[in-house]
Every structure is written in structure tokens, then in C-alpha cells.
């Protein structure tokens, strides 16, 4: 559990990296879980799991539920099956008939086919019969950009927000790019990419895109850079994290603001998880200070290190703070971890 600067490998540092956060705070998810139970319990059952390119087939009414999943697909060099890592991050419409399901170990890649490309799959509910709509994959795309890393829906289901938080490395070789976001629109039936959304200044192995939000009206996106270097002072503290927003204005999206912690360290993580309200005006914010970089292995502990959630609101262009939630010594999950995959 040392410094994430010593991992054998990029797929090593992914697996501690590609972990998504959770809901801002405990209470969030349970209140997703309640609606989610109180819809289940007034819904017809649906179970999710499985298709490839083709639609899935109706069971009928009688029968068991629809299952949808990726397909699993030979890879060269080994010319055998793996396991990829289809449903690492889900986002659903408003109305619950649009439905997108991120592959981020897809293996693809126009330009330097590899694991880790990434893709996301865009199923739509029709005539009660999940199909699938459109699976997309970024122009130009390499191994090692997790193109999925997080994604976000508006409302109408008709914009989608995709992180890949390690494109725009120099393939082949593994080191980590800047990371982007990709924008993609619905018109019908057919996706087409609308922006892409790089940090006003990119730095490499930030991650932008690691954590991404969108606005009910899909005008408004939020994005993590959890592992972006601040400068304070003069002094840079890598690890400290950002959040940039961005928002559509006649057609162009463009970088509204770039939020940091009120007193940034070396390895807060801030951004690792973010939550945005419907309207665009409330941001939550995870900075997972007790991570592998502040442990202490030898004693114990993340010495002076709690995990922290920061509220900030936004009045006109302006965001300001409006409130700190703040863990314990002894709760290391607070809000969400850095260390286990947990989920979106």
C-alpha cells in the first residue's frame, strides 16, 4: 500500500485508480436505495444483464426477466476470452428508459489497439424490450485512455458525459494522459460526439474524468481531476485535486470554473467523487484524504488525515463554499474510498 508512484505496472495503478467513489455522503445512497426499492416495488421486475450487438430478445410475459450483457470477444495476443469490466459504472434517464453501461477494460483502440481502451454501451427500453441503441467509443482511441472511467446522463437520456481519465498519453507506451471528457448527443436513434473537454490546463496523470456529473438539463458537467497537482505558494502538491465545471452556452461548451480544496495538501484526492444537483447549482465534492499515499503502514492509521465532503453553491458565475463534512480517524470509507471498488 505504498506511494501509488511505486505500482509495478499501469494495470496495477488502475486497479487502485479506476475504484469509482460513492455518493457524497451515506445519506445519499440510502435515499437512491429507498427510491430504487419504492420503484421496484410499484415497476414490473426487470433484471439487467446481458447482449451484445444484437437486440435482446422479449421473454414474454411469462417468462423469466431480460437479461443484458456485453459480449465477450477474442483478443489477440492470447486469443482467448477475458473478463472485462462491463457495468463498473451505469447512469439512467429520467424517465428510466434509457440506460448506459461502461466497459472501461473493453479491449479496443483505433490507433494502438490494447486493454483499457474503454467502451460504453447505450441501451433504450422499447415496446418494454431493452436494445441496444449504440455502443461508442472515442475517435482515435488507444489503450489505457478507460474511456468509461465515469459517465453521466441528462434527464431526457439524450446527452451523455463519458470520462476517460487516461486519453492523450503517447502510445504504446503506459503513461497516464491528461484525460478527457467526451460529449455525445442523440438525435433519434443515432449518437453522434458533440465536444470533447480537457482541463483549462491539462497536466498528465491528473485524471480528469475520473469522476464525472451532468445537470438534468445536460448543459452543465462537473469533472474530478483527483490526482492534479496544486500549486501552493510556489510549492507544487501533487495529488491535491481538482473539480473543473463546464457549461453550454449557444451550442459551445466552455470551462465555467475550476474549484479546489480551501486548504489543498499533497494527496487529498479532491475530486475523487462528485455530485451534481439537477439545476447545475450545488456541487458535492469527495476529497478521500485517507488513501495509500497518506497511510501509515507502519504504525497505522492516516495521521492528521480525515476524509472530507465540501458543498459548494453557485450564485450567478460565482461558486463559493457552503459547508464541510468532515470523517473520522476511524472511518476510512466516509463518503467513499479510494482502496475497493464500491460502486457509482
Known amino acids: 500500500m505504498g506511494d501509488r508512484s511505486g505500482c509495478a505496472s499501469r494495470a496495477g ?8 467513489a460513492v455518493s457524497c455522503a451515506r445519506a445519499l445512497k440510502r435515499a437512491a436505495l429507498a427510491l430504487a426499492l419504492s420503484a421496484a416495488v410499484n415497476a414490473a421486475p426487470v433484471e439487467i444483464a ?36 462491463y457495468g463498473g459504472q451505469v ?23 490494447w486493454y483499457g481502451s474503454g467502451a460504453v454501451y447505450v441501451y433504450a427500453r422499447t415496446n418494454e424490450t431493452w436494445v441496444l441503441e449504440a455502443k461508442l467509443q472515442p475517435p482515435d482511441a488507444r489503450g489505457y485512455d478507460f474511456f468509461g472511467s465515469d459517465v453521466a446522463l441528462s434527464a431526457d437520456g439524450d446527452t451523455l458525459a463519458i470520462g476517460a481519465q487516461g486519453e492523450g498519453h503517447e502510445a504504446p507506451t503506459q503513461n497516464s494522459g491528461p484525460g478527457s471528457v467526451f460529449v455525445f448527443t442523440r438525435r433519434g436513434a443515432a ?14 496523470a491528473a485524471s480528469f474524468g475520473r469522476s464525472v456529473e451532468m445537470s438534468a438539463s445536460g448543459d452543465v458537467v462537473a469533472v474530478g481531476a483527483p490526482y492534479a497537482t496544486a500549486m501552493i505558494d510556489v510549492s507544487p502538491a501533487p495529488g491535491a485535486g481538482a473539480v473543473y465545471v463546464f457549461e453550454k452556452r449557444d451550442a459551445v461548451w466552455l470551462s465555467q470554473a475550476a ?43 492516516w495521521p492528521n ?33 479510494s482502496y475497493e471498488p464500491v460502486g457509482q
Do not use: K
Open 305 to 337: 488525515r480525515n476524509n472530507t465532503v465540501y458543498v459548494f453553491g453557485r450564485v450567478e458565475s460565482a461558486w463559493n463554499l457552503q459547508a464541510e463534512f468532515e470523517g473520522s480517524s476511524d472511518d476510512p470509507m466516509f463518503a467513499g474510498t
Open 191 to 204: 449518437w453522434t460526439q458533440e465536444a470533447m473537454l480537457r482541463a483549462v490546463n491539462p497536466q498528465d
Open 50 to 85: 446481458s447482449t451484445g450487438d444484437a437486440p435482446a430478445r422479449s421473454q414474454g410475459a411469462s417468462a423469466s426477466p431480460q437479461v443484458l450483457t456485453s459480449e465477450y470477444e477474442l483478443h489477440e495476443p492470447t486469443n482467448s476470452t477475458r473478463n472485462q469490466q
Open 91 to 113: 447512469a439512467l434517464s429520467a424517465d428510466g428508459r434509457t440506460m448506459v453501461v461502461a466497459d472501461v477494460w473493453y479491449f479496443g483502440g483505433a490507433q494502438w489497439p
Open 13 to 20: 495503478c488502475m486497479q487502485r485508480r479506476s475504484e469509482p
Open 259 to 301: 474549484l479546489r480544496a480551501p486548504n489543498p495538501q499533497s494527496d487529498d484526492q479532491f475530486g475523487l467523487g462528485v455530485r451534481l444537483s439537477g439545476d447545475g447549482l450545488t456541487i458535492c465534492i469527495l476529497a478521500a484524504e485517507q488513501n495509500y499515499a497518506t497511510e501509515d503502514v507502519v504504525n497505522g492509521g
